[in-house]
């Protein structure tokens, strides 16, 4: 009962099928029936690859080895998600499917050549989707090279409802983050360079809470409700993935657990969503479903306090996230 359906559109996760408490399996992510769906205005990065550089850059600019890029401002005044016209959602990647003796998965492959969208350096990416045998989980895998200095900080953008598509809400979901920090922003979201604690603020998630519980605290700032990066606590001694977020529907009795390589997250609560018609024709309402963007943090170029998004000629861009559901609400 658990199937991922890839298409090479964005190198987009379309479906993501999961047995409930009943042991019936229902769709957990939002998206379209058809890539229309996806080529319209409707298409809020629904399940796609983003980047090259995901989340926000301060003003469309910054400056590497002495030089100014400019990049497009499409969330004015700051560039978003890699850019307008190609940024990696919005290509047409080629796919190949693979299976192994852990189990089968699709790799995806592009290369994004030097100026793109302002980027510099040819960016050969490479975004693996695997399912473990007799597994709940779906691992997804990024590697990319260039030949120019350039920043890379790539992620997967899902929005989850684990009540299934067209439910009309996401407020009811419990969700915990594995984060003591914050990054504050400004007006604009742009980070300050602060690294703040969730300690006393209600931003704290390190307990499991109601997404609903406090959101009307942030409806009147600029995010118009959670769009925070969290700073992921670390990894256990001599292990690469941390846990950083677990989420739970009493509805259907589904559990999201996601880990990872990256070191921070971004929590995202559909406070853009307006009603869309996707799958099956029903709507996407305002927070009917949230994204858990595992990333490097935003405007990491222009932070000098934030951890590197530099990739460099003769080195590798790796990231990994995995996200396991269960019917366990505890662990």
């Not at 769906?37 to 600019?61: L, M």
Request: net charge positive; proline share 5%; with cysteine.
């Amino acid at each position: 009962g658990f199937v991922a359906k890839v298409m090479t559109r964005g190198a987009t996760l379309v479906q993501l099928h999961t047995p409930d408490k009943d042991g019936k399996s229902g769709d957990v992510i939002l998206g379209f029936d058809s890539v229309a769906g996806y080529e319209s205005e409707d298409n809020q990065y629904f399940g796609c690859t983003t980047g090259r550089v995901c989340n926000r850059i301060a003003k469309g600019k910054f400056t590497l080895d002495g030089k100014e890029y400019t990049l497009a401002v499409n969330n004015e005044p700051n560039h978003l998600h890699g850019g307008v016209e190609r940024s990696l959602d919005k290509v047409v990647w080629k796919a190949k499917s693979y299976k192994n003796d852990k189990g089968s998965g699709v790799r995806l492959t592009y290369t994004s050549p030097d100026g793109d969208e302002g980027y510099p350096g040819n960016l050969s990416v490479t975004v693996s989707y695997f399912v473990p045998k007799d597994a709940t989980r779906l691992g997804i895998h990024y590697k990319a090279t260039t030949d120019k200095s350039t920043p890379v900080n790539l992620t997967n953008h899902a929005y989850f409802n684990l009540s299934g598509p067209g439910s009309d809400t996401v407020l009811n979901h419990v969700l915990r983050i594995n984060a003591d920090k914050y990054t504050p922003v400004d007006d604009t979201l742009i980070p300050t360079g602060k690294i703040e604690s969730v300690e006393g603020t209600d931003l704290d998630f390190r307990k499991p809470v109601r997404i609903g519980k406090r959101i009307e605290k942030f409806t009147d700032t600029a995010a118009l409700g959670y769009d925070h990066n969290y700073v992921l606590n670390a990894a256990p001694k001599g292990k690469d993935y941390r846990f950083a977020a677990m989420l739970f529907d009493k509805k259907s009795g589904r559990r999201l657990r996601i880990t990872t390589t990256e070191p921070g997250i971004q929590f995202y609560s559909g406070n853009f969503l307006k009603g869309q018609k996707g799958k099956g024709d029903k709507p996407f309402p305002h927070r009917s479903a949230v994204c858990l963007e595992t990333q490097h943090f935003p405007d990491s170029v222009n932070q000098e306090n934030f951890p590197s998004t530099i990739l460099k000629p003769g080195d590798t861009y790796k990231s990994s996230t995995i996200l396991g559901f269960s019917l366990d609400e505890k662990k």
